[in-house]
């Protein structure tokens, strides 16, 4: 393993590839930055330039997208009191006030500095239990395989903001999208006759239609918004080196503790960066010894929040790489790179592609450093991005996307599907239904196929997949899944409401 990730250092320590990755990065924060862009919207915009990039190139860049995006959050959070992305809610309960009372430069270089210590140890968590788990699944034969997919699904479809139903229906939609075109047995499915469906839709029109156009209709109703009149901070921001040292020193067990729970939340497929900035939340709030500080600006609240949803990074690459089972919405945009790439997540990508693998291992940890140093160097910057308008960001966002639409086959139709899918996204957002689990069945529906296929191509009966020990425990598990989701997003609503009022 060593040999493999020096080997991938040295390709990723190619210049191009470093200037890849801090362009990322760059891009990552300013995504992260505004309102309403997401880290997720980020990584579909970057999605198409990586066509034309050999894999460690094309990774390396979304990597750093990634990274940067998730740190990205906590400017719009402590400038604006609006949190940039989802999973940093609670750092707006803390970055806000300390900004609010003149101290914007601490509560971002704090937040920056947890972000850092966080995914560092997210990448240790990465590096030490990626290869076991792959090494165990590598016995894993189709029945295995389809009842973890089963899993993956029903665990991502309950955590979907209490709606557990509308959930499922998202995911059974995503999965029915990748039946479009010819099956196995060359079966020509749903084409309405129109010969551009012969082959299915294409993954990425359809993720950035559902997802990113439908996000941006979303923004344009949102204009008058009455959050967009809060009370906004100076954004002549000065960093107090010293100071954040003192503070980052004085939270060492409350960053270690963070980062392990968001590594650990992560690596769970379908919870990601909120759950772990909730839960870290609390149990910082638990353990302090000021726990009433918390909500009025304590660092302690800070750096539970941004430690623990930059340690989700390096966790949610573990099922990813290890078993092809994405742990949220951006893994699941990375999963696509990679299949994109000619390259199949799982068991064996770790046998086949070592190299690959080593390179994520290292772009993760060049993207942190160049992470730090581009957040405080160019914070203030960074803040006034935080207030560009939606008038002017959702034309340009929009014509990104129709152009890697268009990119990825130079087909108009592409762009239609973009569209249609968009507004389909847009209807479906508007009657409360999640689209992560669409996006996921998307992504995950042909491996479904495939899987069960072959599994009943083996053996016909279909009771083989609960006389299998481990067949039969993942889909007791995605049953259990369901019963505790409904419990889960009770607890997070409580937390939600204890933590805002301390």
């Known amino acids: 393993m060593t040999n493999f990730f020096l080997q991938a250092l040295a390709e990723v320590g190619n210049p191009s590839v470093l200037g890849l990755i801090i362009i990322g990065v760059l891009f990552g924060i300013v995504g992260g930055s505004i309102p309403g862009f997401t880290v997720t919207m980020a990584i579909l915009v970057v999605f198409p330039f990586t066509f034309a990039m050999d894999p460690v190139s094309g990774v390396s860049l979304m990597v750093g997208v990634f990274v940067g995006g998730y740190s990205g959050g906590i400017v719009s959070g402590v400038m604006l009191g609006i949190p940039g992305t989802p999973s940093s809610i609670t750092t707006v309960y803390d970055g806000y006030p300390m900004a609010q009372r003149g101290e914007p430069g601490r509560a971002l270089g704090i937040g920056v500095m947890a972000s850092f210590l966080g995914t560092l140890i997210s990448v240790a968590v990465l590096v030490f239990f990626g290869p076991l788990i792959a090494s165990f699944s590598m016995n894993f034969r189709p029945w295995e395989i389809t009842a973890l997919i089963v899993f993956a699904l029903t665990l991502v479809a309950g955590l979907s903001n209490g709606a557990l139903l509308k959930g499922l229906l998202a995911a059974a939609i995503g999965l029915l999208i990748t039946t479009v075109g010819y099956d196995r047995n060359s079966n020509l499915r749903f084409d309405f006759d129109l010969p551009a469906l012969g082959s299915g839709f294409e993954m990425l029109p359809v993720m950035i239609g559902v997802f990113a156009f439908s996000q941006l209709l979303g923004n344009i109703e949102k204009l008058n918004d009455e959050k967009s009149s809060a009370q906004k901070i100076d954004t002549n921001v000065t ?47 638990k353990f302090s010894r000021h726990p009433e500080e918390f909500g009025k600006g304590t660092p302690s609240g800070i750096v539970a929040s941004e430690a623990s949803n930059s340690a989700v990074a390096g966790g949610a690459f573990v099922p990813t790489l290890a078993l092809g089972i994405p742990g949220d919405l951006p893994m699941a945009i990375m999963m696509g790179v990679l299949i994109l790439h000619g390259i199949t997540p799982g068991p064996m990508m770790f046998e086949q592609n070592p190299v690959l693998v080593g390179a994520i291992y290292a772009s993760l940890l060049i993207g942190a450093i160049a992470m730090v140093l581009c957040n405080l160097l160019l914070v203030r910057w960074f803040a006034k991005i935080s207030l560009i308008p939606q008038q002017i960001l959702v034309p340009a966002v929009l014509m990104l996307c129709a152009i890697g639409a268009y990119a990825l086959n130079n087909n108009v139709f592409d762009i239609w599907v973009l569209f249609i899918f968009g507004v389909i996204g847009y209807l479906l957002w508007k009657a409360g239904v999640p689209l992560t689990p669409l996006i996921l069945g998307v992504v995950l529906g042909n491996n479904l196929e495939r899987q069960l296929f072959r599994a009943l191509e083996l053996d016909p009966n279909w009771l083989t997949f609960l006389t299998r020990p481990l067949s039969a425990l993942f889909l007791a598990l995605a049953v259990a899944s369901v019963v505790f989701s409904l419990y889960q997003d009770r607890k997070v609503k409580r937390l939600q409401q204890t933590t805002r009022s301390p």
């Open 239 to 285: 960093i107090p080196y010293g100071l954040i040292m003192k503070d980052i020193a004085s939270q060492k067990l409350n960053t270690l503790r963070s980062s392990l729970i968001g590594s650990l939340i992560g690596a769970l497929p379908g919870t990601g960066g909120t759950v772990a900035n909730f839960v870290s939340y609390d149990q910082a709030k």
